[in-house]
């Protein structure tokens, strides 16, 4: 027998299987010469029969066992809600399955997903194989799935993406088309190709029909890869888990009242109020969560990769088994419930005194709708708030204008932006557009969960106790030089170099309401913010203008509420689920897992709304709307319609036959030769030309004239300026030598 044979080879790789490219087995082997020659053949006959995969150009690795730093692909949840990975070669992924094992020793990062690829360390366990990530790789856009319909074609089809950053249609041959017949929503997987032409790529999953008025909703599930099914033993845990027998204290014959939206199906607070000498106790109880899901267990795996709920006009994605949200851990009226209260002591001027948390049972008194405590309190009770108007409304809100007197001395962010709702039939088509009433209950109920936010992160913080805050941190510098920059427009100071308070935005948006430049400055404030995140490390919370702040008050829709909990828990002694050892630990990755999952959510959200949205005016096509100017680049203005809260584009190319410059600092589009302008926060009226409900877009000509020239302002020379080019259609600002009045060949 020749050397080397098969075995030395797969002996070798056995004792080393860090060695994978051809060299390193050369020299592991002290194959020389000739011998080269045999190894490689060597290699290919373990390739073709399976033994072997190829990693690499010139690499290869056992079939049946990774080496033990690979690159992995996550391919599926399995039963118990573990996330599994397989190891990536050349040909596609191969090799055992590996569990999830989170990251590396003191490495952190985003948590992965289905279809995510990373570096990991691979080990072999009792239980099997485990993954821990060293880095996890950005997706290129060739690699990430793609939702839209898929369009029957002679042969095979295409599938028109419904998302607007996708300019490409994707085809598909008859043999990838997995059953889709034509108008199907599916979700469809690249595949890897080389040079130019059409973009293959094959049918993964069948989501609707495009007729299905739920489609909105069941695309952006799709395109964000929320889960939506429990795995078994998730839903057995939720059905049959009875919780441990803790000390609790009674809190039944309190008389505690929810009061939430009038459509809520899950009820996770609860407030109660009451006169005292020289102010008041408060008690806001939150349903224990914890006590149904504890920690490691497939519940609690399943909460944690979904990190809260997901809300849409149709339906909600909860992050618990309707069991627990809308039934065990719902604060139903008249019944025993489970929960977290903490008790506040406040005086007359809002100021707090003492704060005591506790682990209770309760009882609640009644379950009100924002409008129906709103009415009582006006005067109007009903009959299920009547009895409760002198004993528990009336302090309550006697409680909340004491907590305003603070408030106002706080000084808080003043942002009060109007919210629309989309109502939807029982046919699942949008009945409707409103707005939400926004009442003195609902800045009742928001100043009481602000107030026992606060009280958990003092709490946990002055034991010493790890913890998720929430914080917010102020503007940049970019941000806040940038509004300097458009407060000149408007002949407004902002001195820079002074430190940023929320007392000054509140002041610039006082001195602008009721000015026809209120929705500007508005707008460009709310820009200005930074977004508020989750983390381990404390910096406040400057829109709220909190130095400690943590979300404790919604564990059945937010895991960071549970681990909040769960700390309280073991600080205090409630019982034995405790926040554990591992949790604390890898607290920062929790961390940024939960601000990925919150953002996911919120853009599947918007995407679905953008949706319903472009259905409900899709045989409006030709009306004309009233608007305001919400956004201003240089390929044309984004326009908010006022009846609906819809948002519309019109381009730049279609305004007029005149040139329009991007002016940033003015956030406006100013005429070439007239020096007219269009800019943030202008009221206009526009028609709708056209609507793409699968993009949920909608396609906008200006009607409005745009506003004179400013005084005394300067035009900037023709000479190498920078204008829109509307030859190109692109949307870019470049030197433009285009016939005015040319029409666009795109739309975008």
């Not at 990430?144 to 898929?150: A, D, I, L, M, S």
């Not at 034991?463 to 914080?471: A, D, M, N, T, V």
């Not at 549970?562 to 700390?567: C, D, F, N, Q």
Request: hydrophobic share 35%; glycine share 8%.
């Amino acid at each position: 027998m020749s050397f080397p044979d098969k075995q030395t080879v797969l002996d070798f790789l056995k004792e080393n299987p860090d060695a994978t490219s051809k060299q390193d087995i050369a020299r592991g082997l002290k194959v020389k010469g000739r011998e080269r020659q045999t190894l490689r053949a060597i290699l290919k006959e373990l390739e073709a029969d399976g033994t072997l995969t190829k990693t690499g150009k010139r690499a290869w690795a056992r079939s049946d066992v990774p080496p033990p730093t690979s690159v992995v692909v996550f391919e599926k949840t399995d039963e118990n809600g573990d996330l599994i990975a397989r190891a990536s070669g050349k040909e596609g992924p191969y090799g055992p399955d590996l569990i999830y094992d989170g990251y590396n020793g003191k490495m952190r990062g985003p948590a992965p997903g289905v279809g995510d690829r990373g570096l990991a360390r691979i080990k072999q366990t009792k239980d099997g194989w485990s993954a821990r990530l060293m880095k996890l790789f950005e997706k290129r856009d060739e690699e990430r799935p793609v939702t839209g319909v898929y369009l029957r074609t002679a042969r095979g089809g295409r599938v028109k993406p419904a998302s607007r950053k996708i300019k490409h249609e994707l085809h598909v041959r008859e043999a990838d088309v997995n059953g889709a017949e034509d108008g199907d929503l599916v979700v469809a997987m690249p595949m890897p190709q080389r040079g130019y032409g059409p973009v293959r790529a094959r049918i993964t999953e069948i989501i609707g029909r495009r007729e299905d008025p739920r489609a909105a909703s069941l695309l952006a599930i799709a395109a964000h890869d929320i889960p939506t099914e429990f795995p078994a033993a998730v839903v057995a845990q939720a059905q049959e888990h009875v919780p441990a027998e803790v000390k609790r204290t009674d809190l039944r014959d309190t008389p505690l009242i929810t009061i939430d939206p009038a459509d809520a199906r899950d009820h996770d607070d609860a407030v109660f109020a009451e006169r005292i000498a020289d102010g008041f106790r408060i008690i806001v109880a939150i349903a224990d969560v914890s006590a149904y899901v504890t920690p490691d267990s497939a519940l609690d795996v399943e909460a944690l990769k979904r990190g809260n709920s997901t809300y849409f006009p149709d339906r909600v994605v909860p992050m618990l088994p309707f069991e627990l949200s809308a039934d065990a851990c719902s604060l139903k009226e008249g019944r025993d419930r489970l929960c977290m209260a903490v008790e506040i002591q406040i005086d007359k001027s809002g100021t707090k005194r003492s704060h005591k948390f506790m682990r209770a049972i309760m009882r609640s008194a009644g379950a009100l709708s924002y409008e129906e405590a709103q009415q009582a309190i006006d005067g109007q009770p009903s009959d299920r708030a009547r009895p409760l108007l002198e004993t528990v409304l009336q302090p309550l809100w006697d409680a909340y204008a004491a907590l305003s007197e603070a408030r106002e001395r706080r000084g808080p962010l003043e942002l009060d932006l109007p919210e629309r709702k989309v109502e939807i039939a029982k046919d699942g088509s949008v009945a409707g557009i409103r707005t939400k009433a926004r009442f003195d209950a609902h800045k009742l109920i928001e100043e009481m969960m602000i107030q026992a936010n606060v009280c958990a992160a003092e709490e946990l913080e002055k034991r010493g106790s790890p913890l998720l805050y929430r914080i917010h941190d102020a503007p940049s510098d970019a941000k806040i030089a940038a509004l300097s920059e458009f407060l000149k427009t408007m002949d407004i100071d902002w001195p820079l170099g002074e430190r940023t308070q929320t007392k000054r935005f509140n002041r610039l948006l006082s001195d602008f309401d009721e000015t026809e430049h209120a929705e500007a400055v508005s707008e460009i404030v709310l820009r200005t913010q930074s977004q508020a995140i989750y983390s381990p490390d404390n910096i406040g919370h400057f829109g709220l203008n909190l130095k400690k702040y943590a979300h404790f008050t919604s564990p059945i829709r937010r895991y960071s509420d549970l681990i909040v909990h769960r700390a309280l828990i073991k600080t205090h002694g409630f019982g034995p689920e405790g926040l554990t050892d591992k949790q604390a630990a890898q607290l920062d990755e929790t961390a940024q897992h939960l601000v990925q999952t919150e953002r996911r959510s919120m853009a599947a959200e918007r995407e679905a709304t953008d949706r319903y949205l472009a259905l409900f005016l899709a045989d409006r096509v030709g009306a004309e709307f009233s608007g305001r100017i919400t956004g201003v680049t240089a390929s044309g203005l984004f326009v908010r319609l006022d009846e609906t809260g819809a948002d519309g584009f019109c381009p730049a190319s279609r305004i007029s036959h005149e040139y329009w410059r991007y002016n940033e600092a003015a956030q406006a589009l100013v005429g070439e030769d007239s020096g007219k302008r269009y800019e943030l926060g202008q009221t206009v009226e526009v028609r709708l030309a056209e609507v793409t409900p699968l993009e949920g877009g909608l396609l906008l000509e200006l009607l409005s004239e745009p506003k004179p020239r400013r005084p005394g302002e300067k035009l900037q020379p023709r000479t190498r300026g920078k204008r829109y080019d509307r030859r190109k259609g692109s949307g870019k600002v470049s030197r433009g030598k285009g016939k005015p009045g040319g029409k666009s060949k795109k739309r975008r």
